[in-house]
């Protein structure tokens, strides 16, 4: 009864200490981010609902630690032009951003690079879960988009639209859209969809898809399928989120996840080594974890994470009964993929896509 | 003894600059072929090399770029200096009416950023969201767009749309010093006009003509503008934006080594070219002649033609300039791209320019761009006076190659400086934090523009009497004292000249700035061009309506003060 007791008291004193050191942690934290004033964020126009987004979350994000920061976010490359040039940047000098925004494949190639700062986010961070940190103590889960293929209703009808993937490249559908369909340049989604298919097939689905292609789409240009200049794209990453968004706006914009299970991307933020304002961005990273900021994000981009009870996201998950890996798992199923055979499929995929 | 301490001092100052100015862009040459060498990111250690060239002349990839690079600089070539010709002609050999008009509007043309006027034409001609394609398929019923701007040619057809007055710029001033005995003589010989044209006018301007062609490929070679903004979404890949795609890849890290390798071909391809530019420039010089004001060829008298010509250089105006305008302001109305209809017309507001006045990066982009309308210009007129001194006035060993250095930057495609400067700058970060800030762009933007200041200086100082600056030397004159009292007075109008068209092109420049803007030092530009290449078509579109509302003043005030320098200093 004794022991029971003292191994009880054990536990509270050292969930009181984690949590006192965590307390502690967080506030030096914020008295250095006092000193820091500033931070500055480089990611796509539109990256968490763009200027209008940034507006409202640094006001909320100032709120919640008591700060009078200003965020400067500077519309800049796409995350893979990013990820490149933040390597490049912290490698030889100083980052030209605080922290970083990307999915799997960026912080795959981070990690490996070791430009992420090391955190003990959950420790830190009470809202902050164990199974939110994708990389752990490197990186933390913001939001996830499922990839799907993503066209205009106005131009392609219903019963003609693709259902899947396979569709795209079937002729009894493909000359509707045949040398007007946009693809993506990266080739990561279709690393992705081998590991449900196989690279025969993935090869295969790619030989027939590159011929009917008209151009290249990266993940932000979803306007260009509303405008039309391309009625459909093979694969946008958030594809569901987009559908979401520009509902509100009346534009004709449908969603189809091409794969069951869909495929996923983390979105992760992490720190930078040698970044300007280190301990604001420290903040700033955990913050976009919080209830007050996935709210925002859901706002502004229609972007949140299953794991913030309460999301859109994870109330469409469940009620279609979709079920995700975990973050960490794909994550490290990611990094595993990375070498050798994986690097050299990926490496193929790009000749391809070059044509 | 103090005034010749003075004396000799000034010399040196002088000779400093010219060449600390000659050193920079020799060294920046050499980083790009130093670049080439190696692998890996800048900082790390790398052994020398020659698999970057192996790997660029093996890759099918770089003969298609190679290709429609070529093919997209003939296409431009075909639109700007037939146009440059038609209009230089109408306006120099011709009774044309109006002529201060019709030169502004060529010239306004020249004035305002090119990739703006590439947005609109996607919104003109694009075969599915072209306004122009949508009313002609439905005016003429026909299944599918007649027009296609994206497409190589369609891109070379913006890029010469725009080029246009700077080809008509180069060749009037080869028509201007046309020898017009040749032409009166065939005139007296009863020789139509038309013959007139085709056989004397043409082949007396002919060099003129041709080093017009060499000029404009040089700059569609190394064009990022028209070809980034139309041409990467549908799979068209040209020099420069291949070269973009190596530093900002889609995957994987920047291929620093790999695009050395591009740049060093390019520069030797470069040169090479300015071998027939060279022979044409002496060729044109041999056909030029020194008369008296009144001695000029009479005009030709264009009759009922006249209307034919004004309606052409009003088309032109309406089709360069007013319709790509008209195109962006309509998509910064709407909440998402859409054709003109009276559904899109309920939907459109000034939300997005309301947004646009209170982003206060936007605020620190146009602080920026003025900094470099201001500070750029300054530098490049302060290096070109130094180096047009020593190659013109003084006596000093080297002038030539002096001279020659100062040229460089012309031929050789500027992004190429870019690229070498972000990479030695990278380089040196941990010692001078230089590496994306504003003052890169200064350095690469003053560097890439001596060219020009020297070419215009160079002529300005030639005509200044040595009779002056040896009576102040007599009476003891330190030299920095007789160049700021005596020359600089004398060749003003050179200086302002190049001042003011150096800040205009600071103003507009959009190739270099994409290589090395970071978030401290965006300019409006590159601003601009993130939103659009990030997928927000409408706010790109209203920020460049905001650009060019606000800027629209200071241009017009600078073309106007450059229009009557001009009078006085011989274009380049």
């Known amino acids: 009864m004794v022991l029971r007791a003292a191994i009880a008291a054990a536990f509270v004193w050292l969930a009181s200490a984690s949590l006192l050191h965590a307390a502690e942690g967080l506030q030096q934290l914020v008295a250095g981010a006092a000193k820091e004033g500033e931070i500055v964020f480089v990611a796509g126009s539109e990256t968490f609902g763009g200027r209008k987004g940034f507006a409202d979350l640094a006001a909320a994000f100032n709120k919640k630690f008591g700060l009078n920061a200003k965020i400067n976010f500077a519309p800049g490359p796409e995350m893979n032009s990013m990820a490149a040039r933040v390597i490049t940047e912290v490698k030889t000098g100083r980052a030209s951003t605080d922290f970083y925004l990307g999915s799997q494949s960026h912080f795959a190639l981070l990690h490996q690079e070791k430009v992420l700062e090391n955190v003990d986010w959950s420790a830190t961070f009470p809202w902050i879960t164990k199974e939110m940190e994708v990389l752990p103590g490197e990186s933390v889960l913001v939001y996830i988009s499922l990839n799907g293929i993503l066209y205009n209703a106005a131009l392609i009808a219903k019963d003609k639209a693709p259902k899947s993937y396979a569709d795209l490249v079937d002729p009894r559908f493909s000359p509707t859209w045949a040398g007007k369909m946009a693809i993506p340049p990266y080739v990561q989604w279709l690393a992705d969809l081998s590991l449900l298919w196989g690279q025969e097939k993935v090869r295969d689905f790619a030989r027939k898809l590159v011929p009917l292609s008209g151009g290249r789409l990266r993940y932000s240009e979803e306007e260009r399928i509303i405008s039309g200049e391309f009625p459909i794209t093979a694969n946008m990453g958030g594809a569901v989120e987009h559908m979401w968004m520009w509902e509100k706006k009346g534009a004709p914009l449908v969603a189809v996840t091409g794969s069951s299970p869909p495929i996923t991307s983390y979105f992760q933020l992490g720190a930078l080594k040698k970044a300007p304002h280190p301990n604001l961005a420290k903040l700033f990273v955990a913050f976009m974890a919080s209830k007050e900021a996935q709210g925002l994000s859901e706002k502004y981009q229609g972007r949140t994470t299953h794991l913030v009870e309460g999301t859109r996201l994870a109330k469409y998950l469940a009620a279609n009964h979709i079920k995700l890996q975990a973050p960490a798992e794909a994550m490290a199923a990611y990094v595993k993929s990375e070498g050798g055979e994986g690097l050299k499929f990926k490496e193929e995929l790009a000749k391809m896509m070059k044509q | ?572």
């Not at chain 2, 936007?362 to 020593?390: D, E, F, K, Q």
């Open chain 2, 1 to 572: 003894m103090k005034p010749v301490a003075a004396h000799v001092d000034g010399k040196f100052v002088l000779a400093g600059i010219a060449g600390l100015s000659a050193l920079a862009i020799l060294s920046l040459l050499a980083t790009i072929i130093w670049m080439s060498l190696r692998t890996g990111v800048p900082g790390q250690p790398s052994a020398y090399t020659f698999n970057n060239y192996t790997a660029l002349l093996t890759d099918p990839y770089s003969l298609r770029v190679l290709k429609t690079t070529l093919f997209f600089a003939a296409v431009t070539i075909g639109i700007s200096v037939p146009l440059g010709f038609i209009f230089a002609w109408l306006v120099e050999r011709t009774d044309l009416p109006h002529k201060a008009l019709a030169m502004s509007l060529l010239g306004i043309g020249i004035l305002f950023p090119t990739f703006l006027k590439a947005m609109g034409w996607v919104f003109l001609l694009h075969p599915r969201i072209g306004v122009i394609n949508v009313l002609l398929m439905r005016l003429l019923g026909l299944s599918a767009a007649p027009l296609n701007i994206a497409t190589v040619a369609g891109i070379g057809f913006v890029e010469g749309l725009t080029l246009a007055p700077l080809a008509y710029v180069m060749i009037s001033a080869a028509l201007r010093g046309m020898n017009p005995a040749l032409v009166e003589a065939s005139s007296i010989h009863g020789v139509s006009r038309w013959r007139t044209l085709v056989r004397v006018e043409l082949p007396l301007i002919w060099p003129a003509l041709v080093s017009a062609m060499i000029w404009m490929f040089t700059v569609a070679l190394a064009a990022f503008d028209v070809p980034g903004v139309i041409g990467m979404a549908n799979n068209i890949f040209t020099f420069s934006t291949a070269l973009y795609f190596m530093i900002n890849p889609n995957e994987g890290l920047p291929r620093y080594g790999l695009s050395g390798a591009y740049g060093a071909i390019m520069v030797v391809f470069s040169l090479l070219l300015m071998l027939p530019y060279f022979a044409a420039l002496r060729q044109s010089h041999r056909y030029q002649i020194i008369s008296g004001k009144s001695y000029r060829a009479s005009l030709i008298e264009l009759g009922r033609w006249r209307a034919a010509g004004w309606a052409l250089i009003t088309a032109y105006f309406f089709i360069a300039f007013v319709l790509p305008l008209v195109a962006i302001f309509w998509v910064s109305l709407l909440p998402f791209v859409q054709m003109p209809s009276s559904a899109a017309l309920a939907g459109a507001s000034f939300e997005r320019y309301g947004a646009a006045f209170f982003d206060s990066t936007l605020v620190s982009a146009g602080w920026n761009t003025l900094l470099l309308m201001i500070a750029v210009p300054t530098i490049v007129v302060a290096a070109s006076t130094a180096i047009s001194w020593v190659v013109t006035r003084s006596r000093m060993h080297g002038r030539i190659v002096l001279d020659a250095v100062a040229f460089l930057p012309h031929p050789v495609p500027h992004l190429l400086f870019a690229l070498a400067i972000a990479y030695f700058a990278l380089l040196i970060s941990d010692i001078v934090p230089l590496y994306g800030s504003i003052y890169v762009l200064m350095a690469v933007y003053a560097i890439c523009w001596i060219s020009f200041g020297t070419r215009v200086l160079n002529n300005s100082m030639i005509q200044v009497h040595r009779e002056l600056e040896e009576a102040a030397e007599v009476g003891g004159v330190p030299t920095l004292r007789i160049v700021r009292k005596v020359i600089m007075p004398l060749i003003r109008p050179g200086l302002v000249y190049a001042w003011i068209w150096t800040s205009l092109s600071a103003y507009r420049e959009l190739t270099m700035a994409v290589f090395l803007a970071s978030p401290r030092s965006q300019v409006l530009s590159t601003y601009i061009w993130g939103q659009w290449h990030g997928g927000g078509l409408g706010d790109a579109a209203a920020i460049a309506i905001v650009m060019m509302a606000v800027m629209s003043p200071l241009v017009a005030f600078f073309w106007i003060f450059a229009r009557r320098q001009q009078q006085v200093v011989s274009p380049v």
